[in-house]
DNA sequence: GTAAATTTGTGTTTAATAACACTGTTTTGA
DNA sequence: TCAAAACAGTGTTATTAAACACAAATTTAC
């Protein structure tokens, strides 16, 4: 158990874009509700189906939501990082979760009870506010994703995917190193296309020196032809 | 012109879950600076990268959101019937459009600057809330939208489309024909797919005695194959 | 009312990408 | 530390759907 003055500690250092819209009897509501949980690599947050119940606020780590669909297939939809939330969605939605959030490496979340956040909103503009600004700029983000995903072609949705890790999670001190360190595979599912061809276009990439890669670590060699590969479609 | 007793009535009656919320000093502000404008078949409403400024409410006809891809391809992302509310996302999210509006049909839409709504909201939390909820379900449509256009094939795809309209629009009295008369292309832009491959996929529907099809009138006919279809992919 | 433009429909070819099969390499866990 | 599992890599084939080309039908605009 971590005790409250390290609670506050966290809630008021990293969650300040929604903690300094409170008032202090806000606050103190939330300090008691929050409760803090930490995910193994690849540990499911909460998966598709299930009643959404909290809020999550990731800590410190990576989390990644998704979405199963037909045959086997994965779409990687959203990632997060520190000091991101997630999983309220549904619950605005009054559905169940149409997707799953797991943990990319050993993560650190907090997590606040929705019916929380609910009164919260009730009471407080300034939280709605930042409920409906999140909420849109998601929503702008997927409409783009459906065209992005179902009109470009591989190695523009390859390009498409290693922007987003390098807008999301940024580079090394070395300026080009990812910092995120992802399978193939969830190179794949993020952006809508086979292991395999994502491996043969990492290779295509590397082969007229975009990127060099070095099992799962990616480095950013040729950022700007990655944009015009992505324009291109 | 039309007169303010007319207005008053149609806020009242059609924008009703909005309306309700109101207290009467902020329906006297909605009245004061609500407008209305007609607009032709095909009529754009409002385009990409231009400044949200309205939110639209759609009275009368019907209204697509569409996105402009790569080369000349379209999606078409939702689609609108009365009384219904778009427009405002892009104004949320801080950012010009990112999708283009357009009547399908002749249409009558009310329209309310967003610095209104936007002082409305902090004025009103159930106004927030509807919001919040509102966004919070088309965000999931969104995310569902990504898989299933990417996921599923062609049949599957148009299927959706199918079923989508059935949703939306309804049927006419004789509980099978579709009240939207759409054409080929912007079916296939709702379904991913090019104009060819729509038709191709109408006459295989028809001869399967899924559907019925007379020009742009489509008879529904085999509803529950259709679903088969669309879950299969 | 008629010419032009748009939409619908169909056949053929081509390109993109998934599916499959298999090998080598790395990671994991008992 | 060693065996099993998961992951990475590559060649080949099959399949899907786009691209292209063109004819017929319908709608639109003057």
Redesign the pocket.
């Known amino acids: 158990m971590i005790k409250k003055s390290t609670f506050e500690q966290i809630i008021s250092q990293d969650m300040a874009e929604m903690w300094n819209t409170l008032t202090p009897d806000q606050k103190r509501i939330v300090t008691k509700n929050f409760t803090i949980q930490n995910f193994k690599k690849n540990q499911i947050i909460y998966a598709e189906k299930e009643a959404p119940e909290m809020l999550w606020c990731l800590l410190k780590g990576k989390v990644k939501m998704y979405k199963s669909g037909i045959?086997d297939r994965v779409q990687i939809l959203r990632l997060y990082r520190p000091v991101q939330y997630f999983g309220y969605r549904a619950y605005f939605a009054g559905e169940p979760y149409v997707s799953s959030a797991a943990a990319f490496e050993p993560s650190t979340l907090g997590m606040l009870p929705m019916e929380v956040v609910d009164s919260l909103i009730r009471q407080n503009n300034d939280l709605a506010m930042f409920f409906i600004h999140e909420l849109s700029r998601n929503l702008g983000g997927s409409d783009t994703k459906i065209v992005n995903l179902t009109q470009k072609?591989?190695r523009g949705r390859l390009a498409d995917a290693l922007l987003l890790l390098i807008e999301n999670y940024g580079l090394e001190d070395d300026d080009s190193t990812l910092k995120i360190y992802m399978?193939?595979?969830d190179l794949a599912n993020l952006s809508?296309?086979?292991?395999?061809?994502a491996?043969?276009t990492?290779?295509a990439f590397t082969n007229e020196k975009l990127i060099i890669?070095d099992?799962?670590k990616i480095k950013i060699i040729n950022e700007a032809q990655l944009r015009k590969i992505s324009k291109f479609g």
Chains 1, 2 share one sequence.
């Open positions: 045959g072609h591989i399978s193939r595979e809508n296309m086979t292991t395999s061809n491996i043969r990492l290779t890669v099992g799962r």
